[in-house]
């Protein structure tokens, strides 16, 4: 007797002998796998037991394998051939069952494919789509690289164009900047060269201006000629003689001192009315301090404190037809003044006259009277002149040249320069209101006159 489980493993192995029996089919799996297919359900061949069914209860339990098998009845006997008939009935019935079992599995087979088509239709379906999705993803994504190169390629060309044309802007900018430093360069090379040629010009026409002579200095400066050499060492005294002339010519004088003590020093007079006795009475204090020599030359007119200046110094020399004049010491009043301020003034002015005339007396040899009254006989203002000739044999001057020869003007006169030993008298002429030409002159300290010549009243106070 055959147990259930003996008959499923004796109907599986048929199946699997049988030709087109079912077997493992890859695609059904994985239909099934995905949870997209029911497994098909498997019906057992009638007469043959379900091995998933469970055993009834009255069936004798499978034989342990610890107890020990039954005892087997005695085999029977041979039997004589006459009984062979009975043993080829079961055969005879075990094939007639196997072929009708094959036919039911070649049925359940065909069955199988038919319930099964559907899903295989549905499966190929599937991988189908699966494909067409696959090949629809894959021309996507090449679609996608294809715009992206496209792109890409766009970019890089695009890229390349602007790199050129950068390059190009840069090589034209290099160019233009090129040419531009040439073009600088060639201007500043002309303008070096014309600026050059312009110092050249400037530097010739400055040396042009001045002469290729240097100043000399002789021992005696007049010569047996009768010619006066005057050398650098020159002061121009002209105009009326203020605080700011004394300042200028004193100051010029102890210069000339600190350089050389030896050489002369000249000053110069050209024109000159006279002015402050404080300020004539410095420029005088200053001569005769002086270490150096200081010689007076007159060259046009000198008269009061510039004659006074020119008769007392050391030595002096003027052109023949010179003028020197002298004459007493004279003012106008400026202020409101009483008698006694007035008596006051004239004595001031008294001991002025003294002190400035007394030298020129001495030196002429005649008494103050003298000199007053001889003033007065030449004229009836009492304005003694005299040309250097006859001021020579009064003892005004000490020498009448024929000639001057100013060595130190080696600069061209029509150069736009000032001497420097040239002092400024800050004057300027003025219109007063009948519109007559004047000259108003600083206001001086109180105890100062002015010892000038201005017979015309060219020269006034405020």
């Known amino acids: 007797m055959h147990t259930p489980l003996a ?15 079912v077997r ?33 209860e ?16 005695p085999a029977p006997a041979e039997q004589s051939p006459p009984d062979a008939a009975p043993r080829e009935r079961p055969l005879a019935a075990v094939k007639t069952e196997q072929e009708r079992l094959a036919a039911e599995n070649a049925l359940e087979e065909e069955r199988l494919k038919h319930e099964t088509a559907t899903l295989r239709a ?17 021309i996507d994504e090449l679609n996608r690289k294809a715009a992206g190169l496209e792109l890409h390629a766009k970019f890089e060309s695009e890229k390349e164009r602007l790199e050129r044309e950068a390059l190009l802007a840069k090589s034209r900018a290099e160019k233009l900047t090129n040419e531009l430093k040439a073009r600088k360069a060639e201007w500043q090379m002309k303008s070096a060269k014309l600026e050059a040629e312009i110092k050249d010009l400037e530097v010739r026409k400055k040396r042009e201006a001045y002469a290729n002579a240097k100043p000399k200095y002789p021992g005696n400066p007049l010569d047996a000629n009768g010619r006066l050499v005057i050398s650098d060492r020159r002061i121009e005294l002209d105009g009326p003689i203020t605080y700011r002339t004394a300042d200028e010519v004193t100051v010029r004088i102890n210069y000339f001192n600190n350089k050389n003590p030896r050489r002369p020093i000249f000053l110069v007079i050209t024109d000159s009315p006279g002015g402050s006795v404080m300020s004539g009475y410095r420029i005088l204090k200053a001569m005769e301090g002086s270490t150096a020599p200081v010689f007076v030359v007159v060259k046009s007119f000198a008269a009061s404190m510039a004659a006074t200046i020119a008769t007392l ?19 106008r009043l400026i202020a409101n003044l009483n008698l006694v301020e ?107 006159f002015y010892f000038i010549y201005n017979p015309d009243d060219y020269y006034r106070l405020r």
Not at 316 to 330: E, F, G, I
């Open 313 to 331: 110094a050391e030595q002096s020399y003027a052109y023949p037809n010179a003028v020197l004049l002298h004459h007493q010491l004279s003012m």
């Open 58 to 73: 009255d069936a004798d339990p499978p034989p342990v394998a610890d107890e020990p098998p039954a005892e087997e009845p």
């Open 342 to 448: 007035q008596e006051e003034l004239l004595a001031d002015s008294r001991k002025w006259w003294e002190r400035l005339a007394g030298p020129i007396c001495q030196k002429m040899g005649i008494t103050l009277d003298e000199f007053i009254e001889r003033m007065y006989e030449n004229s009836s203002r009492g304005d003694w002149s005299a040309f250097a000739d006859e001021a020579r044999e009064l003892r005004w001057i000490d020498h009448v040249v024929t000639s001057i020869h100013e060595t130190a003007l080696l600069e061209n006169p029509d150069v736009d320069t000032t001497l420097p030993s040239k002092p400024a008298t800050s004057l300027v002429e003025e219109l007063d209101e009948d519109g007559h030409p004047v000259m108003f002159l600083p206001r001086l300290n109180p105890r100062d």
């Open 7 to 21: 008959l499923a493993a004796v109907f599986a192995l048929s199946l699997l002998s049988l030709p087109g029996a």
């Open 122 to 138: 549905e499966v190929q379906k599937l991988q189908l789509e699966k494909e067409r999705l696959t090949e629809m993803l894959a």
């Open 24 to 56: 493992d089919d890859p695609e059904l799996d994985a239909a099934v796998n995905r949870g997209g297919v029911e497994p098909p359900e498997f019906i057992p061949p009638p007469g043959v037991p379900d091995p998933r069914a469970p055993a009834p």
